[in-house]
C-alpha cells in the first residue's frame, strides 16, 4: 500500500534560522503552500513538485524536544561541496561511511534540535 515517503513536518521556534538551514545550506527552495490556517512553509527540493519537508511556526516546542522519530535521511550528492558549506558556516556535522554499503553519511541539527542526516553515494570522495 504505501508508495513512498511523501514528508516530514518539524515545529520551529525560529523561521529565519529555520529556513537559512533547510533553504540556504540544504538546497532545499520554499514553495507553494495551501492557506492552512497557521504559519508555515514547505519546502522542495530543487525541481521537484513534491514538498519533502513541512515546517509550522505557530506550535509550542514540545518538552523534551525528542519525540518518537529520530532523524530525517535526505538523499544528497557533491559531498565536497556540502561539507564545505557546512564548514564555511559553522554548522557542526558528524561525517560517517556506512558499513557494507559504503554510503557517506553527514549527521548534523537543524536550528530546532531535529537530528538531519545526508546520504551520498559511495563513490564520493569526502
Known sequence: MIEGMNHFTITAEDRA???????GLLGLQEGARPDLGFPGA???????????????WD????????????HMAFTARDLRAVKARFEEKGVPYDLRRQRGAGT?????????????ELDFAPEEEP
Open 59 to 70: 506550535r509550542p516546542m514540545p518538552e523534551p524536544r525528542t519525540g518518537v522519530i529520530d
Open 17 to 23: 534560522r529555520t529556513l537559512d538551514f533547510y533553504c
Open 42 to 56: 514547505w519546502l522542495y527540493p530543487p525541481g521537484s513538485s513534491q514538498a519533502v519537508l513541512h515546517i509550522y
Open 104 to 116: 557517506w553519511q553527514l549527521f548534523s541539527f537543524d536550528p530546532n534540535g531535529a537530528r538531519v
